[in-house]
């Protein structure tokens, strides 16, 4: 099985989890919305045993049992930890992975808290780059 890898956005982090993934959810609770500055935040699930990490990601206590890491370089949010609800397991946001095509998400999760606009998406108009610089 080939290894799925990603990074920071300043590379200064980057990991490596050898076995398969547990999930890929698409997270729809306002804590990841809050933590990334974004609608909804993807999340891919290794055993913790799976995982690798090169350099040394800075650690934010979101709840009582939660751990968020991020690159205290360049801020990017990386993995979640919740040795009470996910023993064993680390979730990673997806946005970081090298090849985010091999890895589709196979469920939303936490859509009561889902913003509504979220839904109608696909309706917006599309641009392949900046509107006006295509």
């Given at each position: 099985m080939t290894a799925t890898t990603g990074r920071c956005l300043c590379g200064a982090i980057s990991y490596s989890a050898s076995g398969p993934a547990e999930h890929h959810a698409l997270c729809h609770c306002s804590d990841c919305r809050h933590w990334a500055g974004a609608p909804v935040?993807?999340?891919?699930?290794?055993?913790e045993a799976d995982l690798s990490i090169e350099g040394s990601p800075a650690t934010y206590r979101s709840s009582e049992h939660g751990m968020r890491e991020f690159c205290g370089n360049c801020g990017t949010g990386l993995f979640y930890r919740n040795a009470e609800m996910l023993p064993g397991?680390?979730?990673i946001q997806s946005?970081?992975?090298d090849d985010?095509?091999?890895h589709?998400?196979?469920a939303q999760i936490m859509v009561k808290e889902r913003v509504e606009w979220v839904q109608a998406?696909?309706?917006l108009p599309e641009f392949q780059t900046y509107p006006g610089m295509d």
């Amino acid at each position: 099985m080939t290894a799925t890898t990603g990074r920071c956005l300043c590379g200064a982090i980057s990991y490596s989890a050898s076995g398969p993934a547990e999930h890929h959810a698409l997270c729809h609770c306002s804590d990841c919305r809050h933590w990334a500055g974004a609608p909804v935040v993807g999340w891919i699930a290794f055993q913790e045993a799976d995982l690798s990490i090169e350099g040394s990601p800075a650690t934010y206590r979101s709840s009582e049992h939660g751990m968020r890491e991020f690159c205290g370089n360049c801020g990017t949010g990386l993995f979640y930890r919740n040795a009470e609800m996910l023993p064993g397991i680390v979730d990673i946001q997806s946005g970081t992975l090298d090849d985010m095509a091999a890895h589709a998400p196979t469920a939303q999760i936490m859509v009561k808290e889902r913003v509504e606009w979220v839904q109608a998406m696909t309706e917006l108009p599309e641009f392949q780059t900046y509107p006006g610089m295509d």
